[in-house]
């Protein structure tokens, strides 16, 4: 059975750091392209950032690039995603994401159950 946890998330003012994590288990992890995802309320789920299967640089979103940073050990079985200097507009649930495919998308096959992330402004 295949689970993703999410960890890290909390309330930090704005300007503030937060490192999140996504532990994976039941599945080959360096199979998986992974990324990260979240969701405001009453807005759509929207990508945030991704990483291959190999890792590497990562991709972002426009809204989080230079800010955000996504990682992957994959000896670990974990992602990360350390999110510096914070805005309120980042408060959300952020969820991660592991697809089988090249780069993960909205589709992707597994998910986690998401970790909240409340900036205070």
């Known amino acids: 059975q295949v689970q993703l946890v999410e960890s890290g998330g909390g309330l930090v003012q704005a300007g503030g750091s937060l490192r999140l994590s996504c532990a994976a288990s039941?599945?080959?992890?360096?199979?998986?392209?992974m990324g990260w995802f979240r969701q405001a309320p009453g807005k759509e789920r929207e990508f945030v950032a991704g990483?291959?299967?190999?890792?590497?640089?990562?991709y972002y979103a426009d809204s989080v690039k230079g800010r955000f940073t996504i990682s992957r050990d994959n000896a670990k079985n974990t992602m990360y995603l350390q999110m510096s200097s914070l805005k309120p507009e980042d408060t959300a649930v952020y969820y991660c994401?592991?697809?089988?495919?090249?780069?993960?998308?909205?589709?992707?096959?597994?998910w986690g159950q998401g970790t909240q992330v409340t900036v205070s402004s």
């Open positions: 039941g599945l080959t992890f360096n199979s998986y392209a």
């Open positions: 990483i291959l299967r190999i890792g590497g640089n990562g």
């Open positions: 994401a592991a697809h089988r495919g090249v780069v993960v998308t909205i589709t992707s096959d597994y």
